[in-house]
């Protein structure tokens, strides 16, 4: 059975650094497209940055990207969200999703398994 667990949110400064992660069980990772979405109070869920099946390919939300890094571990079973450059628009609940096969889409519909979610708070 697939389960993803998130953590490594909490409250930072604007311009500071957040490393969030992502582990993975019941899955073979190189498999499935892995992805972050985040929902800010008020507001729809949001694509941030999906990683490819297979050889792990990056495609980044023009919001995120250059400060953004996603990434998996060398047994491709934990996924990590390396934020720079926080902006107190990036404050969300951070979503890790994932779905088996190649998926290039940005929507949160074509996602098959969620974790729970842990919250990052960019303060000004």
């Known amino acids: 059975q697939v389960h993803l667990v998130e953590s490594g949110g909490r409250l930072v400064q604007a311009g500071g650094s957040l490393r969030l992660s992502c582990a993975a069980s019941g899955l073979t990772a190189s498999t499935y497209t892995m992805a972050w979405f985040r929902q800010a109070p008020g507001k729809a869920r949001e694509f941030v940055v999906r990683i490819s099946a297979g050889a792990g390919v990056t495609y980044y939300a023009d919001s995120v990207k250059g400060r953004f890094t996603a990434s998996r571990d060398a047994a491709e079973n934990t996924v990590y969200l390396q934020m720079n450059s926080l902006k107190p628009e990036d404050t969300a609940v951070y979503y890790c999703?994932?779905?088996?096969?190649?998926?290039?889409?940005?929507?949160?519909?074509?996602?098959?398994?969620w974790g729970q979610g842990t919250q990052v708070t960019v303060s000004s």
């Open positions: 999703a994932c779905r088996s096969g190649f998926i290039y889409s940005t929507s949160f519909e074509s996602y098959t398994y």
